[in-house]
């Protein structure tokens, strides 16, 4: 007999069938023995009315995440999870489990500390809870390319194993490569670019690497950076219009396609406004002065305060969960981004905000070599070890640009989780290699 | 005027419209100038029959690779690339380039030294059959997460920095993390099981890290591993049914979506029968000895010249391109593989060979915790470094099994290609960091 999901009973309901999976739950009352059957995409229920049913189990000493099949035939029943149930069961046993796992996997609501979820990943990522986030970050990747690849954009793979810091020296992983140093990749920045020059609209999903030596519950040493870049770009605001469109479309893909796991988090997506308002980093800096009498002008960033009143004033301003601040002042920018050629104090860049916390940040990089030349020289850095890089510039580049957004970051900011590492299966921080 | 791409010209004949590209070639022939304009699609043909309509090329000392905007009108003709092409130019200049390129780009064959076109990677890739090469690898990989989606696997990430070193001590990179000694990922395989334990079936589209010191045409120190693994299996025999429609998918895919690449590569892509030959390992040695007089008996593994009788003879015997090899000796395969039940000496893992080269490796892994630890104790391994993998086992883990397919290699063999470095957009060698 061939075996059906968890998720497809509901249109078996009259039929004998099988399913397998973990023993999720089991509880005796009375005379009836209630199992719960988790496989790979859900939970049922299974109800055995008689010792001899259930007396594998027994015999076997299996106890929960006792891997079983279960033959049975479906009861549509209004008390039952997903509305229906098993009856008349034939059990078998493929793997009997003794040991009590460390994580409770069966109460709706995952009662645990993080560190115990992040010790026991391999258990505590079974529980629906957990899979829900995964899943999640699944469909924000696939949405992600989706409508990339509508757009014409070409998915690329950059190496990881490179010769020198891509933005600058601090926070780069070193590993011994074949006995002289190379650095894991921080970004994929100067790849992206170079193929810029190959296929004009590429994007990256892909690992990054930051050794960053802080232990808190923003930073993860490792993660997956969603890259896109493209040529031919007006400025700046070209890319902002994608960047809405490839957000909007995130956030659209996961209202439309994952009810159930959105339903187990308890959360719902937000939308994304057809504009997205738009406010200049001077501009906000005199904002917040005439909010809150606060003068920050001057300062070369915001703070994360500064960020927290610009996402209410575009709450407040124009039901906005999202704002985008242009122009943030040029020395604190890497070296390639492009200068506003009205005010070259200032840059073609862009973060945008979501809810008052930064989620991607963007912008036009220089396309001259001469540009790059210049700026690398002010900047004392080695053009040397930029030749590769430079080669792109020399031999013809459009204006470009692009962005780069943390799929991690941006999970953790939809889903309303306070530690950004419970949205990856198996993070990496100070602390933490294993599992 | 908005933008067209040249790959959608020919739905313009009679209309002025705007391309804007790369200058490809440039050729004066009495009066008249011929241009070819590249974009990230392909490239156009564009007649300027006055001296001002090229005046501004010319005024900007503008080369090969210049970045430029034409406008034109698009006439049908018989003689353009892609039957039309653009008059009554009217030409903008983005980026003027005066330095000649390294590698000729406008040449229909790539005539160039690999070390050349890996030095000079990032002019060399926008010749268009290195672009063809590189849109077949992003096929490859949207054709395999294609069929694997509808077969209900999830796309997982797992980490690149890791403990210990996967499947043996050797051949790994080693990084200072944080002051401790870590490893970068030689393969996804014990995550991608620890997650059949979550989702059942996973797949994985990632880098991953060989320290193998050798420099040679078929070794790369970083590529693209295409992942797959899930649970509930028979035994081996599901998986290899797997991987036979995943690869056929992916052929399909490539003939089907891809012909302009295929056609710049001079390359036809081979049919998937809908039947694979198989032979078992003991029984492809007796074949060896019956065909070749060649003993090789008592071989804990096949060699090349053993591949490639076996190759010709699957294709001799079956007109078939691929065969699989099944129960390869327990002694040369991984610890966690799983023995055949009938003949524990074997095991059942399979390869599949395409044209007489080995081209994937699978087969079922061990699921019960108990076979974990005798095969880790009989092969002295440190049971405790493997802590975080049994845990998956330990609390319940189906039969289960995967593959791992090499992109790179993949592409090679398809393609022909003899050096596996010029697969890769920026490939990693025993001596290559950049570019």
């Given at each position: 007999?061939?075996?059906?999901?968890?998720?497809?009973?509901?249109?078996?309901?009259?039929?004998?069938?099988?399913?397998?999976?973990?023993?999720?739950?089991?509880?005796?009352?009375?005379g009836i023995t209630f199992l719960v059957v988790r496989d790979?995409?859900?939970?049922?229920?299974?109800?055995?009315?008689?010792?001899?049913?259930?007396?594998?189990?027994?015999?076997?000493?299996?106890?929960?995440?006792?891997?079983?099949?279960?033959?049975?035939?479906?009861?549509?029943?209004?008390?039952?999870?997903?509305?229906?149930?098993?009856?008349?069961?034939?059990?078998?046993?493929?793997?009997?489990?003794?040991?009590?796992?460390?994580?409770?996997?069966?109460?709706?609501?995952?009662?645990?500390?993080?560190?115990?979820?992040?010790?026991?990943?391999?258990?505590?990522?079974?529980?629906?809870?957990?899979?829900?986030?995964?899943?999640?970050?699944?469909?924000?990747?696939?949405?992600?390319?989706?409508?990339?690849?509508?757009?014409?954009?070409?998915?690329?793979?950059?190496?990881?194993?490179?010769?020198a810091a891509t933005e600058s020296g601090a926070n780069v992983?070193?590993?011994?490569?074949?006995?002289?140093?190379?650095?894991?990749?921080?970004?994929?920045?100067?790849?992206?670019?170079?193929?810029?020059?190959?296929?004009?609209?590429?994007?990256?999903?892909?690992?990054?690497?930051?050794?960053?030596?802080?232990?808190?519950?923003?930073?993860?040493?490792?993660?997956?950076?969603?890259?896109?870049?493209?040529?031919?770009?007006?400025?700046?605001?070209?890319?902002?219009?994608?960047?809405?469109?490839?957000?909007?479309?995130?956030?659209?893909?996961?209202?439309?396609?994952?009810?159930?796991?959105?339903?187990?988090?308890?959360?719902?997506?937000?939308?994304?406004?057809?504009?997205?308002?738009?406010?200049?980093?001077?501009?906000?800096?005199?904002?917040?002065?005439?909010?809150?009498?606060?003068?920050?002008?001057?300062?070369?960033?915001?703070?994360?305060?500064?960020?927290?009143?610009?996402?209410?004033?575009a709450q407040q301003e124009f039901q906005s969960d999202f704002?985008?601040?242009?122009?943030?002042?040029?020395?604190?920018?890497?070296?390639?981004?492009?200068?506003?050629?009205?005010?070259?104090?200032?840059?073609?860049?862009?973060?945008?905000?979501?809810?008052?916390?930064?989620?991607?940040?963007?912008?036009?990089?220089?396309?001259?070599?001469?540009?790059?030349?210049?700026?690398?020289?002010?900047?004392?850095?080695?053009?040397?070890?930029?030749?590769?890089?430079?080669?792109?510039?020399?031999?013809?580049?459009?204006?470009?640009?692009?962005?780069?957004?943390?799929?991690?970051?941006?999970?953790?900011?939809?889903?309303?989780?306070?530690?950004?590492?419970?949205?990856?299966?198996?993070?990496?921080?100070?602390?933490?290699?294993?599992?």
């Amino acid at each position: 007999m061939e075996r059906i999901r968890t998720s497809e009973i509901s249109s078996h309901v009259g039929t004998r069938i099988r399913v397998a999976g973990w023993l999720h739950s089991f509880r005796r009352l009375g005379g009836i023995t209630f199992l719960v059957v988790r496989d790979g995409w859900g939970i049922m229920q299974a109800v055995a009315e008689s010792e001899a049913e259930i007396a594998p189990l027994l015999a076997a000493e299996a106890g929960l995440e006792s891997i079983i099949v279960i033959e049975g035939q479906v009861i549509g029943t209004a008390q039952a999870p997903g509305g229906c149930e098993l009856h008349d069961l034939s059990i078998e046993i493929l793997s009997p489990i003794s040991e009590v796992p460390p994580i409770m996997l069966n109460k709706t609501k995952l009662n645990a500390q993080p560190a115990t979820l992040l010790d026991h990943a391999p258990v505590a990522n079974r529980h629906p809870q957990r899979r829900a986030i995964f899943r999640l970050s699944a469909g924000i990747i696939a949405a992600y390319r989706r409508i990339l690849t509508e757009r014409n954009f070409t998915e690329i793979q950059t190496p990881k194993i490179v010769a020198a810091a891509t933005e600058s020296g601090a926070n780069v992983f070193q590993l011994d490569y074949f006995g002289r140093p190379a650095y894991l990749a921080q970004s994929p920045q100067f790849y992206k670019q170079i193929m810029v020059g190959v296929f004009e609209r590429v994007f990256e999903v892909g690992h990054v690497f930051r050794a960053e030596p802080h232990d808190t519950t923003r930073h993860l040493n490792e993660y997956i950076s969603l890259d896109a870049e493209f040529g031919f770009i007006d400025n700046h605001t070209t890319v902002m219009a994608l960047l809405r469109d490839v957000i909007g479309f995130i956030l659209n893909s996961l209202s439309e396609n994952y009810s159930p796991e959105l339903e187990l988090l308890h959360t719902r997506i937000p939308t994304m406004p057809a504009e997205v308002p738009s406010i200049h980093f001077a501009d906000a800096q005199e904002l917040i002065l005439k909010l809150h009498q606060v003068d920050v002008r001057g300062e070369p960033d915001l703070s994360p305060q500064d960020e927290r009143w610009l996402g209410a004033w575009a709450q407040q301003e124009f039901q906005s969960d999202f704002l985008f601040v242009t122009g943030y002042p040029m020395r604190k920018r890497p070296f390639y981004t492009h200068p506003d050629p009205q005010c070259p104090e200032y840059s073609n860049s862009f973060d945008l905000l979501f809810r008052g916390t930064e989620l991607v940040t963007g912008g036009q990089r220089l396309h001259l070599h001469q540009d790059y030349i210049v700026t690398l020289e002010r900047a004392h850095l080695p053009i040397a070890a930029f030749d590769y890089y430079l080669e792109a510039f020399k031999y013809g580049m459009p204006p470009h640009g692009g962005f780069a957004i943390g799929l991690e970051r941006l999970l953790m900011q939809l889903l309303g989780i306070q530690n950004v590492k419970l949205t990856a299966t198996f993070p990496r921080d100070l602390n933490r290699l294993v599992p």
